[in-house]
């Protein structure tokens, strides 16, 4: 609490939390295995608990400063979001999985359309009754449409819109 410039018994102190370091990580290193997994270069990540003769000591941090996470707030497609939370195909094409999987994840940490605009994923606005919306390429006919409010991915869907 000291560190966050907080006194030991201030006003300000009762808004910090501790934090496992082990809990912090898990979710930017799941992520990291996703990405690895899908490019083929590594099969797992395993977190491992320090030794137990080591005192496990927590991280403090402060809600005053903490930093915006951007993520995916909202799904038009059951399908496509359970592929996301869950990892099941049942919804989507099996042979989209692969691509599907680079594009949630780079889509859940993007800020903005301009974050996916990977090369070969054709990235673009759409027209009509979508006009605040984006889409790039999966296969085929097939495309990942989304929007974005206050810089968070909304209406995820997964269609055949041609």
């Given at each position: ?41 590594v ?23 903490r ?9 038009r ?11 099941k195909?049942?919804g ?71």
């Amino acid at each position: 609490m000291q560190l966050q410039s907080h006194g030991p018994g201030g006003v300000q102190a009762r808004h910090c939390n501790r934090h496992d370091y082990l809990q912090e990580m898990r979710a930017p290193l799941e992520a990291l295995r996703l990405l690895l997994t899908v490019a083929g270069t590594v099969t797992t990540i395993k977190l491992k608990p320090r030794a137990q003769t080591v005192e496990r000591r927590p991280l403090v941090s402060c809600r005053a400063q903490r930093y915006a996470i951007h993520m995916i707030r909202s799904f038009r497609h059951k399908g496509i979001e359970a592929f996301f939370r869950a990892g099941k195909t049942q919804g989507i094409q099996a042979r989209h999985a692969v691509r599907l999987r680079l594009q949630l994840v780079r889509l859940d940490n993007a800020s903005g359309p301009q974050d996916m605009g990977a090369p070969g994923w054709r990235l673009h606005p759409l027209k009509g009754k979508l006009t605040d919306h984006w889409a790039v390429w999966v296969d085929g006919h097939w495309r990942l449409t989304f929007s974005f409010e206050h810089g968070d991915a909304v209406l995820v869907d997964y269609q055949d819109y041609h």
